[in-house]
């Protein structure tokens, strides 16, 4: 009897394994494609914003959402106590915003508490150190939100520059290059003399699937003219870009 109980327990554990190592497969998968599609521009790195868009139900206290902040912060590594908060309310809105910044990442945290019901929680992280520990960056803050939500929205964008005007051709190269790299059907495009961008669907991004005017959408590229700079930025994102460029 108690080897039969040994057998379960065992063959339950294993399946277990299989599972979270399946997801850590997956998740590292497309994240690892969509970096090698970044690299493929031979621009030079400048920084990578990611966003996560999470609904927290049920009732949950102050400091509930608070620690949710510190949480984040902590799994970057950043000391807590550098946490800047802003905490208002109107009535029985209630709003902490929460800024910390450090030698590696700057995160926003925007929480708005509009009932007893539900609680809209932002996180923004902006980083210009080495990009490729994104995939640890992303995937810790991903587990962490998907404990206390079970609605998230993530945006991964990463920014890279040219130290010259890029030339329409150039620029229509790069796309069509990436697009074939990434195995991704145009969708939609715009352009005028100074930008480009482009909205695409790749399978190898699957995970990251977004409608679009009736179409299916996971990745978006920009490519922009920057006078100020005197410099061509392009942006690679999924599944779309949601920073002002």
């Given at each position: 009897?108690k080897?039969?109980k ?19 497969v997956?998740?590292?998968?497309w994240?690892?494609n ?29 400091e ?6 510190i ?27 929460a800024?910390?910044?450090?030698n590696n990442?700057?995160?926003?945290f925007?929480?708005i ?8 929680i932002?996180i ?6 080495v ?16 404990k ?7 945006s991964l964008?990463?920014?890279?520059e ?21 195995n ?11 930008f480009?961008s ?20 996971n990745?978006?590229?920009g490519?922009r ?18 920073l002002?460029?």
């Amino acid at each position: 009897m108690k080897a039969i109980k040994f057998i379960a327990i065992f063959l339950l554990l294993f399946v277990l394994g299989m599972f979270i190592s399946y997801a850590d497969v997956k998740c590292n998968n497309w994240t690892d494609n969509f970096i090698k599609a970044f690299e493929q521009t031979n621009s030079k790195f400048k920084f990578y914003d990611i966003k996560i868009n999470s609904v927290v139900s049920n009732e949950k206290s102050q400091e509930y959402i608070k620690n949710i902040c510190i949480d984040a912060v902590n799994c970057l590594g950043i000391n807590k106590d550098n946490i800047k908060w802003t905490i208002r309310q109107e009535n029985n809105n209630i709003k902490i915003y929460a800024k910390v910044k450090d030698n590696n990442y700057t995160v926003s945290f925007t929480a708005i508490k509009k009932n007893d019901e539900e609680c809209y929680i932002i996180i923004d992280i902006l980083s210009n150190k080495v990009y490729k520990r994104i995939v640890d960056t992303y995937q810790n803050l991903y587990e962490l939100l998907n404990k206390h939500s079970n609605s998230l929205e993530n945006s991964l964008c990463i920014v890279g520059e040219y130290t010259k005007n890029l030339q329409l051709y150039k620029s229509n190269d790069i796309l069509e290059d990436i697009l074939y790299n990434m195995n991704a059907k145009e969708i939609d495009k715009i352009k005028d003399k100074k930008f480009i961008s482009v909205t695409a669907y790749s399978n190898l991004l699957a995970e990251n699937d977004l409608e679009y005017l009736g179409n299916k959408i996971n990745l978006n590229i920009g490519i922009r003219y920057s006078e100020n700079e005197d410099k061509t930025l392009i942006y690679i994102a999924t599944p779309i870009i949601k920073l002002d460029y």
